[in-house]
T-cell receptor, first 111, second 114 residues
């Protein structure tokens, strides 16, 4: 699976959009980009995933660059409850494989 | 609550003791995964099951660790002769055998070995 690079930490003002970047320059054509988050003392929570098209769901939007070497997770209106560690994972969409988590980005939403 | 559940949520034990954790996956999810997470790190894969068959084990899973899923439903993870280095959060996740490939995680069991 391709390696990902994320900033270790970010701050965001409550009510503003949080844009979390992820670099995955070695991604291959059959690898998906997944985002999970982990709120303190809880298990990771699935947010969104995509292959090459931008994706949106009730939690977030995922923007993948045309060359697929980077992506951005967007939380449109961050709340204090969005404070968490956000993990960007790239892997082949072959169901059953385990996820390889990096250290992620610690997002702090500030009042 | 129909999510993944884990028991106990916290476990404190003395070095050398054996401990066992339980995971109940989402009903009808065929695949079940165990991960370990130490402070400040992302979760690390340990092992996974498809129904009752254990299909893959990480090198992290030493011979003191054993996992079972006898009836293809709940799973147990046992650690024998615990060491202080085993202190971590142990996470379970489940997945329905399909192409959506979304793993759902439980709340974890936090183990502290004194």
């Amino acid at each position: 699976d391709a390696k990902t690079t994320q900033p270790p930490s970010m701050d965001c003002a409550e009510g503003r959009a949080a844009n979390l970047p992820c670099n995955h320059s070695t991604i291959s054509g059959n690898e998906y980009v997944y985002w999970y988050r982990q709120i303190h003392s809880q298990g990771p929570q699935y947010i969104i995933h995509g292959l090459k098209n931008n994706e949106t769901n009730e939690m977030a939007s995922l923007i993948i660059t045309e060359d697929r070497k980077s992506s951005t997770l967007i939380l449109p209106h961050a709340t204090l409850r969005d404070t968490a560690v956000y993990y960007c994972i790239v892997r082949v969409g072959d169901y059953g494989q385990n996820f390889v988590f990096g250290p992620g980005t610690r997002l702090s939403v500030l009042p | 609550d129909t999510g993944v559940s884990q028991d106990p949520r916290h476990k404190i034990t003395k070095r050398g003791q054996n401990v066992t954790f339980r995971c109940d996956p989402i009903s009808e999810h065929n695949r079940l995964y165990w991960y370990r997470q130490t402070l400040g790190q992302g979760p690390e894969f340990l092992t996974y099951f498809q129904n009752e068959a254990q299909l893959e084990k990480s090198r992290l899973l030493s011979d003191r660790f054993s996992a079972e899923r006898p009836k293809g439903s709940f799973s147990t993870l046992e650690i024998q002769r615990t060491e202080q280095g085993d202190s971590a959060m142990y996470l379970c996740a489940s997945l329905e055998d399909s192409r959506t490939d979304t793993q759902y995680f439980g709340p974890g069991t936090r183990l502290t070995v004194l």
